[in-house]
């Protein structure tokens, strides 16, 4: 057994659960519009599944080590402004809940792909067109991924997301020892899940986590 594997089984397996929120929320309402998500118990449910996926043997059992939660925010919606409230609020007061919270920055104007210039209004009824983009969301992901291995914070991570933009840094914590357990609703994602250690297929345990 190499180092690595005795200290695993002595202490347990640490697992850190990374969510990118709207990616997952969009995924979870086209699955089922209806399913509200109970954020204590979720993170925890991942965790234990991640273990269970993990392979490793983890004599002192699971090690739970928090879960973050990525979430960008359009400052100009009402919408968005209460659900930056309930994150920083409610969300962050969980237990072993983190929550890293953005705010949308404006993205250029249209351009006129024949003479390239910027279209600020809608030439049909002449309201302003004004569009905002995550700025941030998932460097802080990869970020916090790699800062946290780093630290040798975690053995086991669960990544909630079907961006396979992703799929670059799980590899290089692959190649660091760090086992990452996709979390996501196929056929969404399946990039990133192939390059993952295991995937959860969260259509089909909507129940377990339901608030």
């Known amino acids: 057994m190499s180092q690595q594997a005795d200290e695993v089984k002595q202490r347990g397996v640490r697992v850190v659960v990374f969510v990118d929120f709207w990616n997952f929320q969009l995924s979870l309402n086209a699955a089922s ?50 659900l930056k409230h309930w994150a920083l609020t409610v969300l962050d007061r969980f ?6 919270c953005l705010e949308r920055k404006p993205k250029n104007p249209p351009i006129c ?13 002449g309201v302003e067109l004004l569009r905002t983009g995550e700025k941030g969301i998932d460097t802080s992901i990869v970020t916090d991924m790699i800062r946290l291995a780093w630290e040798e914070a975690y053995d086991v991570a669960v ?17 660091k020892g760090r086992r990452i357990v996709h979390a996501g609703f196929p056929p969404a994602g399946m990039a990133l899940a192939r390059k993952c250690w295991a995937s959860i297929d969260l259509s089909k345990h909507l129940h377990e986590f339901e608030r």
């Not at 392979?55 to 979430?71: F, M, N, S």
């Not at 990544?159 to 190649?175: G, N």
């Open 159 to 175: 990544l909630v997301s079907a961006d396979h933009d992703f799929v670059p840094a799980v590899e290089f914590l692959h190649m």
């Open 95 to 100: 237990p072993g809940v983190s929550v890293v």
């Open 33 to 82: 519009d209806r399913l509200r998500v109970d954020w204590v118990k979720f993170p925890t449910w991942l965790a234990r599944q991640a273990y269970a996926l993990s392979g490793l043997p983890g004599g002192a059992g699971l090690a739970y080590e928090g879960a973050y939660v990525y979430l960008s925010f359009n400052p100009k919606s009402e919408k968005d402004r209460k």
């Open 113 to 125: 792909q024949q003479c390239h210039a910027e279209v600020l209004k809608c030439p049909s009824c």
